[in-house]
């Protein structure tokens, strides 16, 4: 009996021993693992930036437009007898060009009868003339000495007849201007972008016949708020800004020509002039709308990174030397090819470059450490 009793102890003791071994391994590999855990950091591809002076552009929206475009109306009333074969939208025409022709039968009519008022009115003034030379030759045969009264001599009258003839005159000029207006002509060399008119159709008095523009001479003007304004060079003055198209190819050059004196009247926003470069090798179009890329100004202690570098909340995400992760608030300067330019704290500043995150996560946090992993950058 007692000898059992002895062996049911010995087992406890042994069941004791084996129970508190597994107890103690487990807790050291919930430690090792736990040790594990901390040591395994997460990897973050970040650029060397540089601190430094760094010049972007400022990128507008516009429209490119033609220097000369006219709404070709009629002058005066009439039926259309002619129009030109070149007469159609989408044709280019030549400065003089004809384009339609009027009927010119009653124009003709009133020019034939304003110079027969004409001659009439100078028939008339000679005679009045020859009167008035005749009463002063009898003057001065009857009194030598004495000067002849204006009307003694009829001069009132000559007078009276030279204002008809210089009336008779402009009656002949506004009817030969009427004749001439039979003729719509192009005024100046450019594509016909619309047409309103056929032959036999009555036209009267500010109808649209055409529409033509010059597309040899192309102008951009944009509209610029202050801080854009700001931020331009101040030597743009004549500089040259670039023409990005929708999808952002390069269509072209402009040059600045004028602008920043006033603000417009609406929008209190600053306007500059341009004009698209005739360089011959210009993809730019009347009415395309674009995108103007002008020249900012160089701006002291400010980085250049990556456009994905800037969260949709303006934040970017650093790694300071401890490889722990930081963020500082920011706002882009200039957006150019991809890149952004921003400026950073002053206590960053200091440090002559910073270590940013390419492409920061939602789920990272500040304080958190990780492993950097340097990406050269593309020039």
Do not use: C
């Amino acid at each position: 009996m007692v000898r059992r009793v002895l062996w049911f102890v010995a087992a406890l003791l042994v069941l004791g021993g084996v129970l508190a071994y597994l107890v103690v391994q487990e807790d050291t590999a919930d430690v090792s693992s736990s040790t594990e855990q901390v040591e395994v950091l997460q990897p973050v591809s970040v650029i060397e930036a540089a601190v430094g002076p760094h010049q972007g552009y400022v990128s507008v929206f516009a429209e490119v437009k033609p220097r000369w475009s006219v709404e070709l109306k009629a002058r005066i009333s009439g039926t259309v007898r002619k129009v030109s074969l070149d007469a159609l939208a989408g044709k280019r025409v030549r400065e003089g060009m004809e384009l339609v022709r009027l009927d010119a039968t009653p124009y003709e009519a009133e020019l034939a009868n304003a110079q027969y008022e004409l001659a009439n009115a100078e028939f008339t003034l000679m005679q009045k003339q020859n009167k008035s030379r005749i009463a002063a030759n009898d003057w001065r045969a009857s009194r030598p000495t004495e000067q002849p009264p204006e009307m003694a001599i009829h001069l009132p009258e000559v007078e009276v007849a030279e204002r008809a003839v210089e009336a008779a005159q402009q009656r002949v000029a506004s009817a030969r201007y009427d004749v001439n207006s039979t003729v719509i002509a192009a005024p100046f060399s450019g594509i016909i972008t619309s047409r309103s008119v056929s032959i036999g159709q009555s036209v009267s008095v500010g109808d649209t016949l055409f529409e033509l523009l010059d597309d040899s001479q192309l102008d951009i003007h944009v509209s610029l708020d202050s801080r854009q304004w700001n931020l331009l060079d101040k030597r743009w003055s004549r500089a040259s800004a670039s023409i990005l198209d929708e999808e952002g190819a390069a269509i072209g050059t402009a040059t600045v020509q004028r602008g920043g004196g006033f603000l417009d009247r609406e929008s209190r926003r600053y306007q500059l002039f341009l004009e698209v470069d005739d360089t011959g090798g210009s993809r730019a179009l009347p009415g395309q709308f674009v995108t103007v890329a002008l020249p900012g100004k160089v701006i002291d202690n400010t980085i250049r990174i990556p456009e994905s570098a800037l969260t949709p909340n303006g934040f970017v995400w650093h790694v300071d030397a401890g490889n722990v992760l930081r963020r500082f608030e920011a706002r882009a300067l200039f957006r150019n090819d991809g890149d952004v330019v921003i400026q950073p704290p002053d206590a960053l500043s200091e440090m002559g470059a910073l270590r940013v995150l390419v492409m920061p996560m939602a789920g990272y946090l500040p304080g958190q450490k990780v492993e950097p992993r340097v990406e050269e950058v593309q020039q």
